[in-house]
């Protein structure tokens, strides 16, 4: 059956936290109403036997470690996907995806290992060795690597959200009123999102970076040496703001526009579910002890899809070798790239503050922080410096000598060291 071989094919006896699955009916009155099932890999079968040839039924691919889909609660990312509105673009679906075929064999995207009709389009598959939420910067470029190079087919951003619903095979698409069933699938074939990120992101590991750095080779190609900077970046700069707010008890009176504006425009950068975007920035809004009225927040929130999209086209076009300016607040008016120094001033972040923060820190916090990690580096397991360690056990051997009845000349003479190092050692 369609839908067990889909099933089989993204969950196995490794897959881990809850598996959402949507069904959209028109019981009440004409308006459209969302039954949601939550269901483990072991119930997962007899679940979608049940929603057999039922109408527009969704299945989240990436499984969560709460029956709640956000992309926060991600437990496990099970495939890259997208979805390819090819009809809307005025491409046959053969023909979409033969061309998809033909951007695998010109070494563009890895080759899809299943291919499913979505009724109106194709959705597209790559089974990947699960991963945790913590590789969610590396899933999130990858998402975006490909819809960047599939989005003249007709490539949905929306579908680049890790918490994303897709047509589940063996069921129908009402609007045409067409089967969605599997096209294509191999089940021989399973990536690893680190060596897809080193093979078609430029991604170098560190050891190759430094090498490169010291050659001091000069040309024009553009290199990134971490790809990921960028994306976990925003990522963190989100949970400093939220950090932010706690620490000042949500009263962000006068800090509030920016504060809304930045955590909006960060935290889209891995949701890019508009609704869920929504309720994650008023959430926040609602905390603080002067909301802004809805229409601010809805003001905000219309400008993140155009920014995001210029964000995507910024990181892809650096990857493939484009020289881009950085212009003042924003890279070339692609994205929102605030400097540290802006951030602390524009909202107003104390010394205090900086010390719980991850990237939202001044010079003297970062001089103070590298100060004290090259404390801690010149400190062995117990607290000690490479002198103290050292110390510590000439003290011993001086010790055990002694024990053996010898002077404290013997003991220098023996240890290649003075008689007053000896008498020296022994009293620290």
């Not at 033909?102 to 899809?112: C, R």
């Amino acid at each position: 059956m369609q839908m067990t071989k889909f099933c089989d094919h993204l969950y196995d006896e490794t897959t881990d936290g809850y598996i959402q699955i949507l069904e959209l009916n028109d019981e009440n009155n004409g308006n459209r109403t969302i039954k949601i099932y939550n269901t483990k890999n072991d119930g997962l079968r007899n679940v979608v036997e049940e929603l057999h040839k039922k109408e527009d039924v969704f299945l989240a691919p990436n499984t969560m470690y709460l029956p709640k889909r956000r992309v926060e609660n991600i437990r496990q990312f099970r495939a890259l996907f997208q979805d390819i509105d090819c009809e809307g673009m005025g491409l046959k679906k053969d023909e979409t995806v033969y061309m998809i075929w033909m951007l695998h064999y010109e070494g563009k995207i890895p080759k899809p290992t299943m291919v499913t009709d979505s009724g109106r389009g194709v959705h597209l598959y790559w089974r990947i060795e699960n991963a945790p939420y913590g590789a969610l910067n590396t899933w999130q470029e990858l998402q975006d690597y490909i819809y960047y190079n599939l989005k003249y087919l007709g490539a949905d951003r929306r579908a680049t959200d890790g918490a994303r619903v897709l047509r589940l095979p063996g069921t129908i698409n009402s609007k045409s009123y067409t089967d969605c069933k599997v096209l294509y699938i191999d089940n021989d074939v399973e990536y690893s999102m680190y060596e897809l990120r080193e093979e078609y992101l430029n991604y170098k590991p560190k050891i190759h970076q430094l090498q490169m750095q010291q050659t001091k080779k000069i040309d024009n190609k553009v290199i990134c040496n971490r790809f990921f900077n960028s994306y976990s970046l925003h990522m963190e700069r989100a949970h400093d703001v939220e950090t932010l707010c706690r620490l000042r008890n949500y009263d962000m009176t006068g800090y509030r526009n920016m504060v809304i504006h930045c955590f909006a425009y960060w935290k889209g950068i891995y949701v890019r579910d508009r609704y869920e975007l929504e309720n994650i920035v008023i959430e926040l809004n609602n905390a603080f002890t002067e909301p802004l009225k809805e229409t601010e927040i809805q003001a905000v929130l219309r400008c993140i899809p155009k920014a995001i999209e210029k964000f995507i086209a910024y990181e892809q076009g650096l990857r493939s070798g484009e020289r881009k300016r950085v212009s003042k607040g924003m890279r070339d008016k692609e994205g929102y790239w605030y400097k540290n120094e802006t951030l602390i001033d524009r909202l107003g972040i104390t010394r205090a503050e900086q010390k719980h923060m991850k990237t939202i820190i001044g010079i003297d916090e970062k001089y103070d922080r590298n100060n004290e990690r090259r404390r801690a580096n010149r400190r062995n397991d117990e607290g000690l410096t490479k002198k103290q360690q050292e110390l510590q056990d000439l003290k011993k051997e001086i010790i055990e000598l002694k024990g053996q009845g010898l002077s404290n000349r013997e003991i220098g003479k023996k240890l290649n060291i003075s008689e007053g190092k000896v008498r020296t050692t022994l009293k620290r």
